[in-house]
């Protein structure tokens, strides 16, 4: 059953989440009696975030916060400004939350936020007053020990120091742990803007070495060429592999060689986007999908592999740097034609990882070097693979499964270990 205010669709984030939740239920044995609470976000918040524009008009924006689940420890999952942002989005991106943090075993919840707006339509000033006064909105249900933010689709450093601070404000004392992902002289850490796709990455280079797929020559497509996507890209690169697509909101470009990308992401960092690289072809949207190569990065947005592309895709393997990029038809479809996933909630959770080591560095006031963090990571992400991988060789299921096994089981053991209060 799912909440009553949301009917969701087999295909929609939240429907997709569920049939996940689902696909695990066999092997859960005894914990499978409190599986219910994974269906069921622990508390939802939606807020009205009314601010004056520049031009003296009052806009009112709608704002939310889920936290999915508070067992393991504070929530934890990143704000993201977006026009097309709801509240069963954020459900499921909450969800799927809780499930990569229990997957790499970080003493989190799972939590998201979000606000339906267009930033690209609002001057600076007035993207700080929406930051500020979201941030007070929902400041009754964060906290360094309660739930803590951090950046996501079109948000950054910047609007974390504005949520520190009006956060700090509020309760009358710096409170630098409320959020991560906040820049370096506030309490960041060295490390966090790559380490999303740093954990694309360090788990794609694991996955390919069981499929004996050399790294070197390998032929890569990224969709989203934004943080992740291209600090990934870059990685792939400096290994010796070969960008050979790419796709965002522009456009999408190919090049049968690779890219320079030495010169594509100084490009995107110019004009906002791939479209219009001088090393590259123009190609028609769709036919990314259709684009030959080794390894697909898909780190846009949510339901972008469809039943349709997966059956053209000619990948061996997906490498999940988005949230839910994947619909439930097309993961079938996938694993019946031997393209191996490796699913966003342990492929992306690079970010989480050192969003934790960030939120332990503030408690503790000592602060890593960036190869301290990063072998830290490396640690973490390829230690969490084995133990998924085996799960999914002992029980003959996908990654994606295995890992849901992996977490929901640590998840309902906490739920059953801490019981019902009161």
């Known amino acids: 059953m799912s909440l009553s205010y949301v009917t969701p669709t087999t295909d929609s984030p939240w429907g997709t989440f569920l049939s996940q939740i689902d696909r695990v239920l066999p092997y859960l044995g005894r914990l499978e009696r409190w599986a219910e609470t994974l269906r069921r976000p622990k508390r939802t918040l939606i807020v009205d975030v009314p601010i004056e524009l520049d031009d003296g008009t009052i806009g009112h924006f709608e704002g939310f916060r889920v936290q999915h689940s508070l067992t393991r420890g504070p929530g934890k999952g990143g704000v993201r400004y977006h026009p097309d942002v709801t509240l069963e989005e954020v459900m499921a991106l909450a969800g799927w939350m809780s499930i990569k943090n229990a997957a790499v075993n970080l003493p989190y919840g799972g939590a998201k936020g979000g606000i339906r707006v267009d930033p690209k339509k609002l001057s600076m000033k007035e993207l700080e007053k929406l930051t500020r006064r979201y941030t007070s909105e929902i400041g009754i249900i964060i906290g360094p020990q309660q739930d803590i933010p951090a950046p996501d689709v079109n948000t950054n450093a910047q609007i974390m120091a504005w949520m520190m601070d009006t956060y700090s404000m509020n309760v009358g004392a710096t409170a630098t742990g409320v959020v991560t992902g906040k ?219 295995a890992t849901f096994a992996v977490a929901c089981e640590r998840i309902l053991s906490a739920r059953e270990e801490r019981g019902l209060y009161p």
């Open 183 to 401: 820049p370096i002289n506030l309490g960041g850490s060295l490390g966090r803007v790559k380490a999303t796709g740093r954990g694309v990455f360090v788990t794609g280079r694991e996955a390919a070495r069981r499929l004996n797929l050399p790294i070197d020559g390998a032929r890569v497509a990224v969709q989203g060429f934004g943080n992740v996507g291209a600090s990934a890209a870059e990685l792939f690169g400096q290994a010796g592999a070969k960008i050979v697509a790419a796709q965002d909101h522009t456009g999408s470009i190919f090049n049968d060689h690779g890219f320079d990308l030495s010169k594509l992401i100084p490009h995107v960092k110019a004009t906002g986007g791939v479209a219009g690289f001088a090393g590259a072809e123009r190609m028609v949207d769709e036919e990314f999908w259709d684009t030959r190569c080794d390894i697909l990065i898909p780190a846009a947005l949510e339901g972008q592999i469809t039943a349709d592309r997966a059956r053209r895709l000619k990948a061996r393997m997906v490498l999940e740097g988005a949230n839910g990029p994947t619909m439930s038809s097309a993961d079938d479809i996938m694993s019946e034609r031997g393209i191996l996933v490796v699913p966003d909630v342990i492929c992306n959770a690079g970010g989480v990882t050192v969003s934790y080591f960030e939120w332990v560095q503030d408690f503790s006031s000592f602060f890593w070097t960036e190869d301290e963090i990063n072998v830290r990571l490396d640690k973490i992400m390829v230690g969490a693979l084995k133990n998924i991988w085996d799960t999914a060789d002992r029980h003959k299921i996908t990654l994606r499964t």
